[in-house]
Each structure stands twice: as structure tokens, then as C-alpha cells.
């Protein structure tokens, strides 16, 4: 009886390891976040309890960017100008990574970088906590319904990129432009390129392809609906590159899970 008690706790601890085991935006609420104190989904979408998995593992795509298109009722309101203090969940922090931040002000359709943290981003999170890190809306940010991107790419384990989106309400100008530079896709699909892990300061991490996002800068009806001009809306294809050859930590976790199945949970259950 001990050792089925023993070895359930073992079991059930491994199983949240395994579930929580990347990283998701939690403030402002990712798209049908289970994470409190966020709302339900919109009518016909079920909360989704991944929202912490990456978009592309191993430059495969299985998700389009935000992972979900259909946006929330009620939007979280802030100033342009005003520092939103973005909350992450933390279940590997893959030694921190590479942080974008953007907004679309026509559904998704056209992204503005307007925030950037080079290979430092959520390095030395800890499990279980919840970092914030400060984005600003920019000053003159036109009024709208804005779609507010995360994306990441991880410095460690397989290579990944993760996009979380949230819908918020920008009270700004009344009509007007806004710049940035593109979204750099990587790590995304055979279209786009790998950034090997770069766990140490000498690796090379794929900075020069941040570099050279090209600037876009987009026009706001006054309404703060519709786009009446914009450049090329797609993200700078990046520089092919052979994958490193790093630790698998998300294939050993999936790895662990079928192990968990078989010498745990089938054991218990004689
Ligand atoms: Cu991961």
C-alpha cells in the first residue's frame, strides 16, 4: 500500500513536470488561458491547457502564430505609453531565449515588433514562479483592438518558438501610425531557419537576424479599425542553419511520459 502511495505521488509529480514543461504568457491572459483569474473562452472554443507548448519543435509547425484566431470578448485596456508588466508561467525556462513582443491592429495579419530581449529573455526563471517582464505600449500607439503577441525562442533543448496572444483594447490617438520593425520567424518550419541552442555566451545565437528585421510602420484608421497602408506583412526569412545538437528536453519529457504509462501507472493498476 505504501510503496502504491510512494509510487503514485512519484508519478503524478512527473506527469506535472511533463504537463507544465515550457513556458506561456499569463498576464495578459493568453487566448483561452486555464491559468486564474482568466476568462472563460469565447462561445464555441474549450480552454486550452497547452497554451504553454510551442508552435514549433524541431522545425515542424503545428500551430499558427497565437495558436488560437478567435479573439476574447473583453479585452484588457492600457494607455499607449503605458508599461504592461507581462507574467509568464514557468515550467522550463530552457536557459532563457530570445523575446519579441507585437501588436496587430488588423487580426493578426500584420505584426509591429515594438519590444525585443536578445538571449537573456526568462534565462534563470525559476519552475513554479511566475517573472514579470515590463512591456511598453508605445507613446503615440493609435486607439484600437489590438492583438498583443509573445513569441520566443529558447537558448536550450530542442529548437523551438512559442507564440501566446492576448486581446487587448489600446487607448491612444485617434488615428495615426505606428513602427517597428517585422517578426523574425525561426526554428518555424523548412521556410525559415534554425538558431542552434546557444546556452553559452560565445555560441552563436542568431542576433544578426534580429538585426536585420526590416522596419514596418502601419496607419490606423481613426475609427482604430482597418489598416489603410502597410508594407510586406512577412516576417524576414532567416538564414539556414544546421540544428544544434543539444539536449532533447521536451523528447525526453514526452519519453518520460511513455515510460510513466508503462512501468507506473499499468503496474498500479494490477
Ligand atoms: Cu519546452
Not at 470578448?73 to 514557468?90: C, D, E, M
Not at 484600437?144 to 507564440?163: D, H, K
Not at 525559415?192 to 484608421?221: M, Q, W
Request: aromatic fraction near 8%; charged fraction near 15%.
Amino acid at each position: 500500500m505504501l510503496r502504491k502511495s510512494i509510487l503514485l505521488i512519484a508519478a503524478l509529480q512527473l506527469v506535472a513536470l511533463v504537463a507544465y514543461a515550457h513556458v506561456d504568457l499569463i498576464t495578459p491572459c493568453a487566448r483561452y488561458s486555464s491559468a486564474p483569474g482568466c476568462p472563460p473562452p469565447p462561445p464555441g472554443q474549450s480552454i486550452d491547457y497547452n497554451t504553454n507548448a510551442p508552435i514549433s519543435s524541431g522545425g515542424i509547425n503545428n500551430q499558427p502564430l497565437c495558436k488560437h484566431s478567435v479573439p476574447y470578448a473583453k479585452r484588457t485596456v492600457y494607455k499607449a505609453g503605458q508599461s504592461i508588466p507581462t507574467g509568464y508561467g514557468i515550467g522550463s525556462a530552457h536557459g532563457g531565449g530570445h523575446c519579441q513582443w507585437a501588436l496587430s491592429y488588423d487580426r493578426e495579419k500584420t505584426w509591429v515588433v515594438i519590444q525585443t530581449e536578445i538571449r537573456t529573455c526568462l534565462r534563470g526563471a525559476v519552475i513554479g514562479q511566475s517573472p514579470t517582464i515590463p512591456v511598453t505600449i508605445p507613446i503615440d500607439a493609435p486607439s484600437g483592438e489590438v492583438t498583443f503577441m509573445w513569441a520566443w525562442i529558447n537558448a536550450v533543448g530542442v529548437r523551438e518558438y512559442y507564440s501566446n496572444c492576448a486581446d487587448i483594447q489600446v487607448i491612444g490617438r485617434d488615428g495615426g501610425t505606428i513602427s517597428g520593425v517585422e517578426l523574425l520567424l525561426a526554428n518555424f518550419n523548412t521556410t525559415y531557419g534554425i538558431i542552434p541552442e546557444f546556452p553559452n555566451p560565445t555560441d552563436p545565437d542568431g542576433h544578426e537576424l534580429f538585426d536585420a528585421r526590416k522596419p514596418i510602420t502601419i496607419s490606423v484608421k481613426g475609427s482604430g479599425s482597418g489598416i489603410t497602408s502597410n508594407p510586406s506583412p512577412s516576417p524576414s526569412p532567416s538564414k539556414p542553419n544546421k540544428n544544434g545538437a543539444g539536449r532533447k528536453r521536451c523528447q525526453l519529457q514526452s519519453t518520460l511520459l511513455f515510460i510513466l504509462t508503462f512501468f507506473v501507472f499499468i503496474p498500479l493498476n494490477m
